[in-house]
């Protein structure tokens, strides 16, 4: 029987639908940023913004680890309503379908136009992919070297399926794990502790993984990366159903929004260099930074509890149709922003017509994904349509 502090697997979190909307959304627009910032991207435009990288700081210490939370939140519900076996087995289909799909069909066009830009191969797309894409191996080196094929921005399937089997495996061993965990998981966090105690977590990482392993996407290796997002992933799973835990991070929203805008100033000021280095520094701005990280999921959450609760046929149409649109958005962006090399656009212009032509795009294949039966998998949707109050009814990836 669920506690006062838990909350019903039978309820449906719109909060929480949003939160992942609005994350994978803001995707497209940040990776279009990445086309105007230093950063390295698969291909760049010629235009160089520097005031854009402040802007896209906000947002990249946090938005992954988000979405892997809200995950973790949807496992918890999902498996609240089917066995273990089912829940690998649909999450297996869910994601491995799109991801084999996407390595083989989405994705090649990226690593195609990366070459071209990078180091000026004179073939085209089919001599590319037909004699190097599937060379499991790299082949072209502009620095890094590009091994093929490749998942690119797909990684973020990869570690999700992987946590996932890795939760399941534990739960098939010890299958109260989650609710004896998750309680008193949520006693330690009462309080203020709530805010403290993931940062120290998150800051810990930072400062002793992120040196050592730096982030490469690439699974094997990747350690700090795998610390983050599982940190998250297993945050959300453990603490879905503890009500007290999302009342309370609703109730300290705007002291949380000002912690996490503190620690963003902090660590903006270190990275643009207005303070002078020092090993001291470094370990002050790995602490902000994991700070920040947490502050700011908290933050979101806790607006989204509060003000994220209206639901319709809009919020039912984005929430199926968000990961179709998180698979293609990328190499769309990457074709559109190559057609309009040498145009003499300006950026803004040039920027508009990418996330025009990126959204279109997303659109379009959603509508046509949705319509073909054999398509649906391909893209992360359910084998056969369903009627609205099965949409209604679906949780988040």
Not at 32 to 51: A, C, D, N, P, Q
Not at 113 to 126: D, K, T
């Amino acid at each position: 029987m669920l506690t006062p502090q838990q909350v019903s697997t039978s309820e449906r979190r719109i909060d929480l639908d949003w939160v992942r909307i609005l994350a994978f959304g803001l995707l497209i627009f940040y990776h279009v940023g990445m086309l105007y910032v230093s950063w390295g991207f698969h291909i760049k435009s010629e235009h160089r913004l520097t005031w854009l990288e402040p802007v896209m700081l906000v947002l990249n210490p946090w938005r992954l680890s988000l979405l892997f939370l809200v995950s973790g939140v949807a496992s918890r519900f999902m498996l609240s309503k089917v066995t273990l076996a089912a829940f690998a087995r649909a999450r297996s289909v869910r994601l491995l379908i799109p991801l084999i799909f996407g390595m083989l069909v989405i994705v090649p066009p990226q690593s195609y136009l990366q070459i071209v830009e990078s180091l000026g191969y004179p073939a085209g797309f089919a001599d590319f992919y037909v004699h190097h894409y599937l060379a499991f191996g790299a082949q072209f080196c502009p620095n890094p070297c590009i091994v093929q094929p490749t998942w690119n921005h797909l990684w973020f399937v990869v570690y999700l399926w992987v946590y996932t089997m890795a939760l399941a495996g534990v739960l098939c061993i010890w299958p109260a794990a989650a609710d004896w965990i998750g309680e008193r998981l949520a006693a330690v966090l009462a309080g203020p502790w709530l805010l403290v105690l993931p940062c120290l977590l998150f800051a810990a990482w930072r400062l002793f993984l992120a040196p050592v392993f730096p982030s490469t996407h690439a699974l094997f290796g990747d350690w700090y990366s795998h610390a983050d997002y599982a940190t998250a992933f297993l945050i959300g799973f453990l603490l879905a159903r503890e009500g007290g835990i999302w009342h309370d991070l609703e109730r300290r929203r705007w002291t949380t929004l000002m912690l996490a805008a503190a620690c963003f100033v902090a660590f903006v000021l270190v990275y643009a260099g207005l303070l002078p280095p020092s090993p001291m520094l470094r370990w002050f701005a790995g602490s902000v930074y994991g700070c920040y990280q947490w502050l700011a999921m908290a933050a979101v959450l806790g607006f989204a509890r509060r003000h994220l609760t209206a639901d319709g046929p809009v919020r039912r149409y984005l929430t199926d149709a968000i990961f179709p649109y998180y698979i293609v958005h990328q190499t769309a962006i990457i074709v559109i922003a190559h057609a309009l090399q040498g145009s003499g656009l300006s950026a803004g212009s040039e920027a508009a017509i990418v996330i025009s032509g990126t959204a279109l795009t997303c659109v379009v294949t959603y509508e046509i994904a949705r319509r073909i039966g054999w398509l649906r998998p391909l893209f992360g949707l359910r084998m056969e349509p369903r009627s609205a109050a099965g949409i209604a009814r679906q949780q988040p990836a």
